[in-house]
């Protein structure tokens, strides 16, 4: 059982950025790829963004090129970098480590891309 902790979300216009941040503890950071899921009304819950513990990343295609997944070691972070939003990344946002097996997941953080 570790802590999960996301935010950063809120409410913007489409085509602006937010800078998502996921609070973890130590061990759990440098022992695992993490990654950035996000869930939209009435979808299933869809990973976005990986890292592993060497700093090679990878995107699913319909973020790729907008969004932009790092690790910051002396923080114990994992954080996500989302330009050019669309009201397509409306979801809520978590993170884990690149799972099975995932730990409990956190509350999330609400992005929401609306006019």
């Known amino acids: 059982q570790v802590q999960l902790v996301e935010s950063g979300g809120g409410l913007v216009q489409p085509g602006g950025s937010l800078r998502l941040s996921c609070a973890t503890s130590?061990?759990?950071?440098?022992?695992?790829?993490m990654g950035w899921y996000r869930q939209a009304p009435g979808k299933e819950r869809e990973l976005v963004a990986t890292?592993?513990?060497?700093?090679?990343?990878n995107y699913v295609d319909s973020v790729k090129g907008r969004f932009t997944i790092s690790r910051d070691g002396a923080k114990n972070t994992v954080n996500l970098q989302m330009d050019s939003l669309k009201p397509e990344d409306t979801a809520v946002y978590y993170c884990?480590?690149?799972?099975?097996?995932?730990?409990?997941w956190g509350q999330g953080t609400q992005v929401t891309v609306s006019s």
């Open positions: 130590g061990i759990f950071f440098s022992i695992n790829a």
């Open positions: 890292i592993s513990r060497s700093g090679y990343t």
């Open positions: 884990n480590r690149v799972g099975p097996p995932f730990d409990s």
